[in-house]
């Protein structure tokens, strides 16, 4: 059975004021432009963080937050969002606050390089990189180089999927917001979410384009779309939560990840958010089932570092 519900209260008054606002498609904008438009848009945050400090990782600036003093925190080793052409660590501070206080442990937010002047590969090893540094500098941030896990929303849940299929450090686990898991841009929920929910099919034409334009990699290349990897591969990943709104053109290939990494004997909870949008989870402020899903993220990944 199908089930349908109509789009949240909270989220049709957010997509009836930036009606209003009467932005242009990002689509038809240059990606310099696109950028100012999204931080323009980035409201500060007002939760408190007991330390935040901007850190160098081997070239790749990094924000750590620490929820208290304790020295053997785990860290989750988050990527943002924005199609891997917008957004950077403003954009999601209140999520990477939000995070670090509920799970009581540490994030470290990654600000990967951006395309198209950087196209894939450049985010991707960005990340992996960070990730690396994160593990051998454990002691100096005060974490437990055992309880690593990643995690992102959208190109960051992308990022994070394909991380978590590379591992290059030791993982406990694998938040998946939202992600883009195959760059083909072929399923139902592209039809059925094509325009009017704020993330359309033209824009993902676009932030995929600008992705692949340094033609290293392709659609169908597991390292920019997950969902195309092997079963052996997928059966090797760390545990996972993967969420999912309605209205979201990305919403079949996150579930079919999820069903695949299930299918391949991971332990995956897979939760469709029914009457939302792309970009909820960076909404709480706004949209109480992005806070919602910052709890239950959070709750999570503190379930993994707690687990023997």
């Known amino acids: 059975m199908i089930i349908v519900m109509p789009l949240h209260p909270q989220t049709a008054t957010i997509l009836t004021t930036l009606e209003q606002l009467g932005a242009p498609a990002i689509e038809s904008q240059e990606a310099s432009v696109a950028r100012a438009g999204f931080a323009a848009m980035v409201m500060p945050s007002s939760e408190i963080v007991h330390e935040v400090r901007d850190l160098d990782a081997d070239g790749v600036r990094v924000r750590l937050y620490r929820p208290n003093e304790r020295r053997d925190l785990g860290v989750l080793v988050y990527f943002h969002g924005g199609g891997w052409v917008v957004g950077d660590l403003e954009s999601h501070d209140d999520v990477c606050r939000k995070l670090a206080n509920q799970m009581g442990h540490a994030v470290v937010s990654v600000d990967y390089r951006l395309a198209p002047e950087h196209p894939f590969p450049a985010p991707l090893t960005d990340s992996v990189n ?49 992600p883009v898991t195959d760059a083909r841009r072929g399923s139902q929920s592209y039809r059925d979410n094509a325009s009017g929910y704020r993330l359309t099919a033209a824009a993902m034409k676009w932030f995929c384009d600008h992705y692949l334009s340094g033609e290293h990699g392709s659609e169908a290349d597991p390292r920019v779309s997950p969902l195309c990897a092997d079963d052996a591969i997928l059966a090797a990943t760390p545990p996972a939560l993967v969420i999912t709104a309605e209205y979201d053109p990305l919403r079949d290939e996150g579930e079919d990840y999820a069903r695949r990494l299930i299918d391949n004997g991971v332990p995956c909870t897979l939760t469709r958010y029914y009457g939302q949008i792309h970009g909820f989870f960076s909404m709480s402020a706004l949209c109480d089932d992005g806070g919602q899903a910052i709890a239950q993220a959070a709750f999570a990944v503190k379930q993994a570092f707690e687990r023997q």
Not at 164 to 169: I, W
């Open 130 to 178: 960070a990730l690396r540094w994160v593990h051998a500098n454990a002691a100096t941030l005060g974490i437990d180089p055992q309880r690593i896990a990643v995690g992102g929303d959208s190109a960051g849940g992308n990022l994070a999927a394909v991380v978590a299929q590379l591992q290059p450090v030791p993982l406990r686990h694998q938040m998946l917001i939202y």
